[in-house]
């Protein structure tokens, strides 16, 4: 592992030890969930798991507003972003 590769896992390395979760690319190109690794191997590429975003959004007219407890006018509804996770395929026979 070289300087460059180390400045690229440094902020990965120190989420893990706060306990965040981290994900790491597989080979069919989604995130999924890494348990800790005891390597990081260069051909590998990882990220800290986003969290999810809560918003308030007005049906009137679709202003947004994040960052806010309570809702900012009386018809805000309060959003949870969903997040996509481990996609798997699924082998459906008709027979």
Same mark, same amino acid.
């Given at each position: 592992?070289? =300087? @460059? =590769? /180390? =400045?690229?896992?440094?902020?990965?390395? *120190?989420?893990?030890?706060? $306990?965040?979760?981290? *994900?790491?690319?597989?080979?069919?190109?989604?995130? /999924? @969930?890494? %348990? $800790?690794?005891? !390597?990081?191997?260069? %051909?590998?590429?990882? =990220?800290?798991?986003? @969290?999810?975003?809560?918003?308030?959004?007005?049906?009137?007219?679709?202003? /947004?507003?994040? $960052? *806010? %407890? !309570?809702?900012?006018?009386?018809?805000?509804?309060?959003?949870?972003?969903?997040?996509?996770?481990? /996609?798997?395929?699924?082998?459906? !026979? %008709?027979?």
């Amino acid at each position: 592992m070289n =300087r @460059e =590769r /180390v =400045r690229e896992l440094l902020p990965i390395i *120190q989420a893990f030890a706060e $306990g965040k979760r981290i *994900q790491a690319r597989a080979e069919h190109g989604t995130w /999924v @969930e890494h %348990d $800790g690794p005891t !390597n990081w191997p260069d %051909d590998m590429e990882y =990220r800290i798991k986003p @969290e999810p975003r809560e918003f308030w959004i007005d049906p009137a007219d679709f202003e /947004v507003w994040e $960052g *806010q %407890d !309570n809702p900012p006018v009386p018809d805000a509804i309060k959003v949870r972003e969903v997040l996509p996770t481990e /996609v798997h395929e699924l082998d459906i !026979n %008709d027979d």
